[in-house]
């Protein structure tokens, strides 16, 4: 049987910020499922900074760009309604990084996980214990690798990620710093956030301004700096970096919606004398040590010992709005999508 | 016994570009050797690209500014002429890192290494089997760490430091391209230094050009980049870095004489999406791997396998005239000052 799904469309490639003009839901047919699929119910959807990229026609990147004829696609949290793979029942709940946008989708059981509601509400699948959880996790202890006692800075701290990489960095023994946008991120990263310093970095709107701030903050410099934001931030981090420093590129959120590419950091030469390493990543790089993002962060998820936000939008007519939200600054911590009734 | 020596002393800082008014030669006393020292007669003297980030009064970095009270150090091949330490006899020669730019210096023994002038021209000790050479060998060993039919891409490849990690690249099955300021350069870079493309970065003035000239050597990307250059180089190698890239960052000459910091490249964000890393470093980062280095190096050089080119200038008076000629690319391989009359 065809059922049919409402689903979201981007209907022109943004210039520069996207807004929800570029957006549209439309009616698809959504297929019966074939052996080894699934026919899945949205309950939860995602949005990521990472799609921005999927919105430039003419950039090669590891992953193709979204196309104006098929509906987009991203990460969401499902309900089994009819199985044809072994392991999955109906009423089993999945996450998978691929099929949402959505009310209705079908797919291969092969890429979608089981989840488990009586662990963590099942948004925290999209969000501290799904892929920007693991991207936290993966950044901090695969590239800037702590030590106790070093300091820490992460941009964008108060994201779905860089929350994360600060409390994980402070359960680690490191004095951390984070920078948001506003003063009430702030206030929760030093109260709940495991940040020792918060810094609003719209107080500073220069990378000078801002490299004052840091170096106050830091006073022996930065050993570690997770990278979520790009431009300014990037250059302050360079001037207070430590020797022997060790920065994990997630993202730099700043230039995404640039239409030319903006100038880069004029002071990289200091990774020179200060001996400093840069790695970028993408998750998928480290999917292979999920069981140990899940072992380690889980636990304290499920204890409340690790804490996260998430901004909330409802129904998969707000898909856009929350998209374009990510790029104002508007979601604290992770912002998701409500699609099913269920989704609590 | 005091003993009087001609020294050469920095007698300003330079603003932006360094040029023979910012030196001066004077006479200084050379002190007897005290305990474990020694009396050393400099043979040949080293000019290298770091001493200018020594010739900033106001930068803090992993060495201290030269003074203008003081003469100006830098490395040298010496002969002893007394000796107050064990294992080293009048007639030895020794080359070191420090005490150099003087006719005659005292010296701890500790520090400086016996070499044998039957292995390479001495002077060859203060280029591929010395301080660039080693430098060479650790970042792309340890940094980039070569695999058969990757490509290697070496900015200023016709320098002490490039041109050695073109052949060593070239030793390990990689693909190799250089850049270099001029057509002589190139066609020693193809014929004898292990290059398969060398570009004249003149032809291609801006970042663009050089991309594409890049991308035309490096049809599959590059999956090491040796960075002696900054500036459109590295906007360049980061436009045609491949998957899993390395970059050894070893120096940015294009930046050294800047008076104010230049914009840094506008694609970093490339870094993330490609998996790339980049580790800045200097030699003494990793100077417990000399025997390594020495041990792979040293029969090469011995057997004439390696190639190595020297651009001589005579005498300490003009060590002014071959520093500033480093930014001028006067200089093909490795600077270097005949001080002595044993100097052949």
């Excluded at 089981?114 to 993966?138: E, N």
């Excluded at 004095?175 to 702030?186: L, Q």
Aim: aromatic content about 8%; hydrophobic content about 40%; proline content about 6%.
């Amino acid at each position: 049987m065809t059922r049919k799904s409402k689903a979201m469309y981007l209907t022109s490639y943004p210039a520069g910020l996207p807004s929800g003009d570029n957006f549209a839901v439309r009616e698809v047919e959504v297929p019966a499922p074939g052996a080894g699929e699934l026919l899945l119910r949205t309950v939860w959807m995602s949005v990521d900074p990472y799609m921005r990229g999927r919105m430039r026609p003419d950039v090669k990147s590891y992953i193709p760009p979204f196309s104006l004829e098929e509906p987009l696609d991203g990460g969401a949290v499902s309900q089994v309604i009819e199985s044809n793979a072994e392991g999955f029942e109906p009423g089993d709940y999945v996450v998978g990084f691929s099929g949402g946008w959505k009310e209705y989708h079908t797919s291969p059981a092969e890429g979608m996980t089981k989840v488990d509601p009586s662990i963590a509400p099942l948004s925290a699948y999209l969000g501290v214990l799904g892929m920007p959880g693991m991207t936290a996790w993966s950044g901090l202890t695969q590239i800037i690798n702590p030590k106790e006692g070093e300091t820490l800075f992460v941009s964008g701290a108060a994201g779905a990620v860089g929350s994360l990489v600060c409390q994980l960095g402070k359960a680690r023994g490191m004095r951390v710093i984070g920078s948001a946008g506003s003063d009430e991120k702030c206030a929760w990263l030093e109260s709940e956030g495991g940040c020792d310093v918060a810094i609003n970095y719209k107080n500073y709107p220069s990378s000078g301004e801002l490299t004052k701030a840091l170096a106050e903050a830091a006073p022996k410099g930065v050993d570690g700096y997770f990278e979520n934001v790009g431009g300014d931030h990037l250059e302050a981090a360079l001037n207070v970096i430590a020797f022997g420093g060790r920065m994990a590129l997630c993202g730099m959120i700043a230039l995404y919606n640039n239409t030319e590419l903006a100038p880069g950091p004029g002071n990289l030469v200091n990774m020179i004398g200060r001996g400093v390493m840069a790695q970028g990543f993408i998750v998928s790089n480290y999917m292979h040590l999920t069981p140990q993002f899940i072992a380690e962060v889980g636990p304290l998820v499920a204890s409340g010992q690790v804490k996260f936000r998430e901004t909330t939008y409802d129904g998969l007519d707000k898909a856009g709005d929350a998209f374009v939200g990510l790029f104002h600054g508007e979601n604290f911590g992770k912002a998701v999508i409500r699609v099913g009734p269920d989704a609590l």
